[in-house]
């Protein structure tokens, strides 16, 4: 489709910190062999968050449901970048993945990828994400055209909510999204509030559940901690992405065990025993029951996407001629 940018690509040592080495996966049908060979073990990559271990527990009825599902072991692996987990696409040792949609614009450039599935965050939600431009609450800034000369949290240079849809926004204001700012990047949504709350930036941005939802729920923020000043046009949420060397069939059979269950009956089917949590009122007559944390997002459900659902991004970038965009960058 198009070279993805250099800045994002580092060569393979970002993959090493996931997985030993840079050749060839051992998921990829070995040379002689038939693309019906199943693998031995597949890998689940997904990024990023503050703590990694939340993440997995986030993930981890998802995991066990592949596992179910499929019969072959699944090996989650938390990753620290958005890049890292893109060049062990690339190397195609990363099966599935979870990421932003601009990390999905990105990988198609260099990688044999497939988008399959997105959260839907409750019965019937539109799946799509909005981005928040947050500033600590009373500190006199009130839009983000006031961001020059201010230091600017942000997630991940690869991330479309926490980085591409603000650099865009600001663009539009008249604020270079590199020259103008003091752009500080955080590593994850939930780092970038938290640096905002600790004085560490001026201006943040992240994920709307983030803010909404998410940091609430764990007791770390609370409403009148922040204000939000800015919030972009809904994007494409985080697909979950396969490897294009995995066979049709297995393809066919992960994308089916992830629209098979959600929340609920994933809590219903023990994939979470022990660690259930109630259903919140937006999931109508379902709250109250007991469910999975199901994704990194919390979702109610997965439901079908496809690359058509994220030309949105390709369009963004089009029309800001955005650096972070660029090849050349």
Not at 48 to 62: G, K, T
Not at 188 to 217: E, M, N, R, T
């Amino acid at each position: 489709m198009r070279k993805t940018s250099a800045a994002f690509l580092a060569a393979c040592g970002a993959a090493a910190l996931l997985l030993a080495g840079c050749g060839q996966s051992p998921n990829a049908p070995a040379a002689g062999n038939g693309a019906e060979d199943e693998p031995t073990e597949l890998v689940f990559a997904a990024v990023p968050s503050e703590d990694s271990e939340s993440l997995e527990a986030a993930f981890a009825p998802v995991v066990a449901a592949l596992d179910h599902e499929l019969d072959i072991p699944v090996r989650f692996e938390p990753v620290s970048s958005n890049a890292g987990v893109i060049e062990a696409q690339v190397a195609e040792r990363v099966d599935i993945a979870v990421y932003g949609a601009f990390s999905y614009y990105l990988a198609t450039g260099v990688a044999d990828v497939v988008p399959v599935a997105v959260d839907e965050r409750a019965p019937g939600a539109d799946p799509s994400i909005s981005a928040y431009g947050l500033v600590r609450a009373g500190d006199g800034i009130s839009a983000i055209s006031e961001a020059a000369g201010q230091k600017v949290c942000f997630t991940d240079p690869a991330s479309s909510t926490g980085y591409l849809a603000p650099a865009a926004g600001l663009i539009e204001e008249g604020v270079d999204a590199e020259n103008d700012i003091t752009p500080v990047f955080a590593g994850g949504h939930d780092a970038s509030v938290l640096a905002l709350l600790s004085g560490d930036c001026d201006l943040a941005y992240a994920a709307q559940a983030f803010v909404d939802d998410i940091l609430p729920a764990q007791g770390a923020l609370e409403p009148d901690d922040v204000e939000v000043i800015w919030t972009s046009d809904p994007i494409p949420g985080p697909p979950f992405v396969l490897g294009g060397w995995l066979s049709d069939d297995l393809q066919e059979r992960i994308t089916e065990a992830l629209l098979k269950y959600n929340a609920v009956t994933a809590a219903e089917a023990g994939f979470c025993e022990g660690a259930e949590i109630d259903a919140p009122d937006s999931w109508g007559e379902l709250a109250g029951e007991p469910a999975c944390m199901w994704g990194g997002t919390g979702a109610f459900s997965f439901i079908p996407t496809d690359a058509a659902a994220y030309e949105p991004i390709a369009k963004i970038c089009e029309t800001t001629q955005a650096d972070v965009c660029r090849a050349d960058s």
